[in-house]
Structures are given as structure tokens and as C-alpha cells.
């Protein structure tokens, strides 16, 4: 599971949930569970939040394809729990050459936007960036 760097968020004075800062790279069972997680997340996104994190209208299938492509990269991840529930996520892609530069990608499900959610996962996503050799993240 995402194990990693586990804390709980404070947000407007109440505990929302947890943010998680995790290389997303297992093997075997574990990986599959996260890939399930990230895959179910997408899923749950309505066509705005697609649209918003895509810039494109993806079907289910598209999506799945997306996770299944991106997940095998050489990507990580880090995400918003609540309740054990995947509610938010930044990815981060190499995108320079000799993964001097990252691209960070966000989606966060509706109930959740509005909360400084992003906020605090851009801050961590930048965070997690530097400290593993990115010059930079945009």
C-alpha cells in the first residue's frame, strides 16, 4: 500500500484524511493493489474532473489503458487518502533529459476540491521532486 511518509492532513482546523508520498514502484501483489487504487481514482472522476486532469474526454477504457501505460513508467505518485480511499493524486513524470525535470499532473475527486487538498499535494509533489534530483517541476 501507500506506506510511505504517512501523515495526517489538517485542513480548516479538522483532520481530512492522510497524505501519502510514495515511489508507487512495488512488485508483485502490493504493486498491483496500488495500480487498482490509482485506476479506481481515475475512475471515479466525473467527466469535468477527466476533462480537468486530461485535457480530453477519456472513456473507462482509455483510462484503464492510461493507468496500465503509466504505471510500468518510470513515474511516482503522491496521493490523498481518506479512510484508506485514494481522494487525490499528483503525478510525477519525467519529462528533461537525464530526469533533470518533472511534469506534475493532478486530479482530485469532486468532494475533495475546495480544501487546500491540492495545495498541500503540490507542495509535497514539489518536495519529493527535489529531494529525488529534479531541477525542476512545472
Same mark, same amino acid.
Given at each position: 500500500?501507500? @506506506? ?22 512495488? /512488485? ?7 495500480? /487498482?487504487? *490509482?485506476?479506481?481514482?481515475? %475512475?471515479? *472522476? ?11 474526454? =477519456? #472513456? ?6 492510461? &493507468? ?6 518510470? #513515474? ?9 480511499? =485514494?481522494?487525490?493524486?499528483? /503525478? ?5 533529459? #537525464?530526469?533533470?525535470? @518533472?511534469? =506534475?499532473?493532478?486530479?482530485? /475527486? ?10 498541500? =499535494?503540490?507542495?509535497? @509533489? &514539489?518536495?519529493?521532486? %527535489?529531494?529525488?534530483?529534479?531541477? @525542476?517541476?512545472?
Amino acid at each position: 500500500h501507500f @506506506a510511505h511518509l504517512a501523515h495526517a492532513e489538517v485542513i480548516a482546523g479538522q483532520a481530512v484524511g492522510q497524505l501519502v508520498i510514495d515511489l508507487f514502484r512495488h /512488485e508483485g501483489h502490493e504493486g498491483m493493489q496500488e495500480r /487498482e487504487q *490509482l485506476m479506481s481514482h481515475l %475512475l471515479r *472522476l466525473g467527466p469535468k474532473g477527466r476533462y480537468s486532469r486530461f485535457s480530453a474526454t =477519456l #472513456n473507462d477504457a482509455m483510462v484503464a489503458a492510461y &493507468v496500465i501505460q503509466t504505471f510500468s513508467a518510470s #513515474n511516482f505518485y503522491v496521493g490523498f487518502f481518506d479512510q484508506d480511499i =485514494l481522494r487525490g493524486v499528483v /503525478e510525477i513524470h519525467d519529462m528533461g533529459p #537525464n530526469g533533470q525535470s @518533472a511534469e =506534475l499532473a493532478f486530479s482530485i /475527486e469532486l468532494g475533495w476540491r475546495g480544501q487546500g487538498v491540492g495545495a498541500r =499535494l503540490f507542495a509535497a @509533489a &514539489v518536495a519529493a521532486a %527535489l529531494a529525488r534530483g529534479y531541477a @525542476a517541476a512545472q
